[in-house]
């Protein structure tokens, strides 16, 4: 399909909803292809450095006992996007226009409120722009001995701000192409190694993580994927997209199918890597050569080439797509508009963020990987109040304008007691 073809159904699918060709199954999936932006792009940034070194150091302490976890993010992930944006779509008028969640916020529980929700919210994202810096110090140290970490760290806010704030479309997809790449070597590896499935099968069935390492992983691996802040940060891509009416639903539901998979896919070949491989060996995840060691038994000497390059696509990528959102959030908080196409000062909120990277040296004391990992579970903090505004959206009356589903309330609560207990598991894990 070409450019211009491809373009003229993106622009149908704004119009008209779901419109699919024909009947036929191939043209229906075509066209759910073409479509799958979004949300499904999301799982790829939620698939950054900090989910994928969570998602391995889950299963490199707990084995395969925690698997159910993998499964329940990545579902939950999905249905989380989908609530979101059942609430930006339900709570307006046909013609009016769509709100974002912060905005939503402002106009039912007023300004106070809403600081106290979105803020912290947006202060985490900084901290994990933060976290990942020391960790991209160390991967271009380790490709590229003669940079010390240090000084990679303070030319990175620099370079991505520059990266970010141009169009090098090209750039941006090849780092994203590494990412990818090492996600799909991570999935053809767990097949490789012949995985324990009775463990896990039975890893699928609810376990309680050991305090400690395991459980801080397992409160990464919520702050990465399912924390309640993504009912803010999914609220701004598909309303800038167009896609705003109800019409619209069943297009973002396909979204939200392809990201679950994806998500999951991705996720169970990570976590079977290091369950499988790390476990075993007892090996402790300090730094990003003794992650790769779970790329072996597929890339032999090479995996740690391997994973370098595709943690640094990941870090490169994950600040870029942190550093757009969270200016979206702060864009949003101060009452300006947060669009691009509408709001031209935005570009410098990108490039204040990826300069942020620059200041990740005042961590390098404490091992990158770890601070990564740990930045990610204390992010769940912030989930649970997210989690009590998107609630009282669904249930107080007048707000939705089409009628809110049971299902959708009881999605919201699950991922409400998920990020509680992730903040559990977190302050067992740092303080005992």
């Known amino acids: 399909m070409t450019d211009k073809a491809k373009m003229d159904t993106l622009n149908d699918r704004v119009v008209n909803g779901w419109n699919p060709p024909s009947d036929r199954f191939i043209d229906k999936f075509k066209y759910v292809l073409i479509g799958v932006g979004p949300t499904a792009l999301a799982a790829g940034m939620s698939m950054g450095p900090g989910s994928i070194n969570s998602t391995l150091q889950l299963g490199a302490y707990a084995g395969y006992s925690q698997a159910y976890l993998i499964l329940l993010a990545a579902l939950f992930t999905g249905l989380s996007s989908y609530v979101t944006n059942y609430i930006m779509i339900g709570s307006h008028e046909p013609g009016e226009p769509a709100m974002t969640a912060i905005q939503l ?20 994202f900084w901290f994990i722009i933060l976290s990942q810096s020391m960790l991209l110090g160390a991967v271009i140290n380790a490709l590229i001995p003669a940079i010390p970490v240090n000084v990679a760290v303070l030319l990175g806010g620099p370079l991505l701000a520059f990266i970010f704030a141009r169009d090098f479309d090209g750039l941006k997809k090849l780092f994203s192409a590494a990412a990818g790449l090492l996600t799909l070597i991570f999935f053809i590896n767990a097949l490789i190694i012949k995985p324990d499935f009775v463990a896990l099968f039975k890893g699928f069935i609810p376990s309680l993580p050991e305090p400690g390492p395991a459980s801080i992983a397992w409160g990464g691996v919520v702050g990465g994927s399912v924390v309640g802040g993504v009912y803010i940060a999914h609220s701004f891509a598909q309303r800038n997209m167009g896609f705003t009416e109800t019409k619209h639903l069943k297009l973002i539901k396909w979204d939200v199918v392809v990201m679950y998979i994806l998500f999951f896919v991705w996720s169970i070949g990570i976590f079977i890597s290091g369950a499988q491989v790390l476990n075993p060996a007892g090996i402790e995840i300090d730094n990003i050569l003794q992650a790769a060691m779970a790329l072996e038994p597929v890339a032999g000497s090479f995996a740690k080439n391997f994973m370098l390059i595709g943690i640094l696509g990941s870090l490169i990528t994950c600040i870029g797509g942190m550093s757009t959102i969270n200016t979206y959030i702060a864009t949003d908080i101060l009452g300006g508009e947060p669009d691009f196409d509408k709001n031209n000062k ?12 620059s200041f990740g040296i005042v961590f390098s004391k404490i091992a990158p990987v770890k601070l990564v990992v740990y930045t990610l579970a204390i992010n769940t903090v912030c989930g649970p109040l997210v989690c009590l505004a998107s609630l009282y959206m669904l249930c107080k009356k007048g707000v939705m304008k089409i009628e809110s589903p049971l299902w959708m309330k009881g999605v919201v609560l699950v991922v409400f007691i998920l990020n509680c207990y992730a903040v559990y598991n977190t302050a067992v894990g740092l303080f005992g």
């Not at 916020?105 to 985490?124: D, E, F, H, M, W």
């Not at 935005?346 to 942020?356: D, E, S, T, V």
């Open 105 to 124: 916020y402002r106009k039912q529980l007023g300004k106070p409120i809403t600081l106290l929700i979105s803020v912290p919210v947006s202060v985490a």
């Open 346 to 357: 935005m570009k410098y909120g990108i490039i204040a963020h990826c300069l942020l990277v």
